[in-house]
């Protein structure tokens, strides 16, 4: 039998590597499992003379069609959104775009505000000084100061303009709608041991750089100094309990697939909004028969997605291409509430600066505007090198039939349960995107874009994996209370994504982290009576 | 399960015609088709994981030819060709995106483009910082955060 640890900490991904260092300072002994395994930058997308068509396989963003052992299977046959994310050592951040906006303080009381969803038990204030220390830890660049989104104080200069986003600014300007460079976590300088960016220009899956912030190079080596214990290849299968009904550690199969048990005080789940409840509804026992956490009967419920409704066109002038960061800037425009478009709540908006050549030939092929034959070389010099796209992110309302379930056929590697899911796009949901899909056209007209395609919502677009076990004051209403403690298993915790309770219209990685910092913080206040 | 190894002679043999169909040769900008011998040899050699659907599609070809594909005339490889892409599905889709994705990384097409024969790493690209001032009007516009009574 294994010693006990005083941590467990089930995931390395964003929220793990946030919560592992911070409480790193405690000097408990923190042992974090991590199904995945450390990456090699040498080996990513963008060393290669094949780095497009890697992204249709080995390094698609979806598991299903990744299937890397490291990876499970998700069935996500009944949502019109599949799910995306990355299985590794720095989990999700390894494979994102690096755009970092933040929840707005609005989205913390949307009840009180719209009458919609429910209010956090927490406000936007109680994150501050932990956006501000993640931000200097995933090391974050932008420019300080614009007027519709909070305050933020970047280490790092924004991104270079570069030529699409010029061509965006000026459309904007002409219709009179606000735009702003976005923060992202890409380095535009030297930074604690990471170089630049030099625009590798394939920043998705990957950045061989190491200009794109992921946990692996900027939490995890701190916290490993620090004394965090970081177990690769080893994956959860459930956690146990013992006659109190408190965790008492977790069962996982090792690198060599050997079934083992490690015992531990506090058990902390970081497994983001799929991994998550798949996770607790795995951990059935007698005591807790629909699952651990569960005694609201909200584990899996609410999964929020953010439908993506993405228009794009193309100019005459040359855009950026595959030539930088594919994100550059912002636009806020549209993110409050305004009762006369006819939805509640709103958007973000995120500008594309282009995409390389063999995408830009397989899908514009897909979508009917590249042609078999012999035209087929005059429209791809039209095409290639002059796409610009507008992305909105459109917030979406927690409801319960959307969710996470467990597969009752479906068996991930090691024969654990794979999750379901099940989830519609609402029909609030659907005014916002046919609102967003208008704007972005008269943004895209007003640059001069013609042959503009739309993918509404962007099918494998489900990065953002939110609000499956809640967080509230009310356990009948909630998984987790307003500092992460599960209801119902008092040395439980939750620090990922799956706490949310509403999802804003932004990309969410900033306030998972902000999130995980501030429980983690909680935790060191309460280390005398952390499970009274 | 069905693989690049397992491609029959009559299974290349469409696989080459129809790739000249989607991207034929151009003198006028130089290029070669993608039924180029070194390209076809590069889609064969890649095929991996892709092999499965990409034979499926072939033989779906081959039903709507009923004869080799390039046995057909023109009229004939254009309504077959057609039909495969309207109703093919996804492997279908996928043999397109698997000759696309080799021709458009071929030494000759890229130069023809005017981009370069490497990978992005390690020499990168220079983005042109442009002109901040375009972000004058969005400064002066202002603005304020909602925030919750």
């Given amino acids: 039998m294994k010693d006990p640890v005083d941590v467990l900490i089930i995931g390395a991904g964003a929220s793990g590597a946030a919560v592992a260092w911070s409480l790193a300072e405690t000097k408990m ?16 997308p963008s060393t290669g003379r094949d780095w497009e068509a890697k992204f249709y396989g080995e390094w698609s963003s979806s598991p299903n069609i990744r299937g890397r052992p490291e990876d499970y299977p998700v069935n996500d046959d009944n949502s019109p959104i599949k799910v995306v994310n990355y299985n590794a050592v720095g989990g999700s951040t390894v494979m994102y775009t690096a755009h970092w906006p933040r929840l707005h303080p609005s989205d913390f009381k949307v009840k009180t505000l719209d009458g919609v969803a429910d209010d956090w038990p927490i406000e936007y204030d109680a994150l501050t000084p932990f956006f501000e220390e993640n931000d200097r830890m995933m090391g974050t660049s932008g420019l300080s100061g614009d007027p519709l989104s909070p305050l933020t104080h970047p280490p790092m200069p924004q991104q270079p303009l570069g030529l699409s986003g010029a061509i965006i600014g000026k459309a904007m300007n002409e219709l009179g709608w606000h735009w702003w460079p976005s923060d992202t976590t890409v380095a535009t300088m030297d930074y604690e041991g990471r170089a630049r960016c030099i625009n590798l220009g394939h920043c998705t899956p990957a950045c061989a750089q190491g200009a794109k912030s992921s946990t692996d190079i900027t939490y995890w080596p701190h916290a490993i100094r620090a004394g965090v214990e970081l177990r690769t290849h080893c994956r959860v299968r459930e956690i146990t309990t013992d006659e109190n009904g408190m965790a008492s550690g977790v069962v996982y199969y090792d690198k060599d697939g050997v079934e083992q048990f490690q015992p531990a005080h506090v058990v902390i789940i970081a497994c983001n909004g799929v991994g998550t409840p798949r996770l607790l509804l795995n951990s059935k026992s007698n005591r807790f028969p629909n699952g651990l956490a569960n005694s609201s009967g909200l584990v899996g419920k609410n999964l929020m997605f953010h439908p993506y409704a993405q228009i794009y066109g193309y100019v005459t002038e040359p855009t950026d291409s595959n030539r930088a960061p594919p994100t550059c800037l912002w636009s806020k425009q549209w993110y409050d509430t305004d009762p006369s478009r006819g939805f509640v709540r709103g958007y973000g908006v995120q500008f594309v600066r282009g995409a390389g050549p063999v995408f830009e030939a397989v899908v514009s092929e897909q979508k009917g505007i590249l042609p078999w034959g012999e035209d087929h070389h005059r429209v791809f010099r039209k095409l290639n090198g002059h796409r610009l796209g507008f992305s909105a992110i459109c917030e979406d309302l927690p409801e319960e039939h959307n969710q996470v379930t467990l597969d009752p056929v479906l068996k991930d590697s090691h024969g654990i349960p794979a999750p379901k899911i099940d989830y519609t796009i609402s029909e609030n949901s659907r005014k916002m995107m046919e609102h967003a899909l208008a704007r972005g056209r008269e943004v895209l007209e007003t640059a001069g874009a013609t042959d503009i395609c739309i993918n509404s ?20 209403r909630s998984v987790v209370n307003e500092w992460g403690r599960a209801h119902d298993v008092k040395n439980l915790f939750i620090v990922d994504g799956s706490i949310f309770v509403t999802s804003g219209g932004v990309n969410p990685t ?23 | 399960m069905t693989d690049q190894l397992s491609l029959s002679p009559r299974q290349r043999d469409d696989l080459r015609t129809v790739s000249g169909m989607i991207v034929p040769a ?65 492997p279908a889709g996928t043999l397109v995106r698997v000759v696309l ?12 483009l005017g981009l370069e024969l490497r990978a992005p790493f390690p020499k990168g690209h220079v983005l042109p910082d442009g002109d901040w001032s375009l972000l004058d009007p969005v400064k002066a516009r202002g603005g304020s955060l909602r925030r919750a009574p």
Wanted: charged share 25%; net charge negative.
């Fill in chain 1, 29 to 44: 002994h923190i042992l974090c499992l991590e199904q995945g395994g450390w990456m090699n930058p040498a080996e990513y």
């Fill in chain 1, 457 to 476: 919502p962007i099918p494998w677009g489900g990065w953002h994996l939110l609000g499956t076990a809640r967080m509230g004051t009310d356990p009948e």
């Fill in chain 1, 510 to 532: 900033s306030t998972i982290q902000a999130l995980a910092l501030y429980i983690a913080d909680q935790m060191k206040q309460r280390l005398a009576n952390l499970f009274d």
């Fill in chain 2, 26 to 90: 151009s003198a006028e900008y130089g290029v070669p088709g993608a039924d180029d011998p070194t390209i076809q040899a590069d889609i064969l050699a890649t095929l991996g994981r892709d092999g499965k659907l990409v034979a499926t599609a072939l033989d779906h070809l081959a039903r709507l030819a009923g004869r080799p594909l390039a046995e057909l005339d023109a009229k004939g490889r254009d309504a077959a060709a057609q039909e495969f892409r309207g109703a093919g599905g996804a």
């Fill in chain 2, 101 to 112: 994705q080799c021709y458009y990384r071929d030494d000759r097409v890229l130069r023809s």
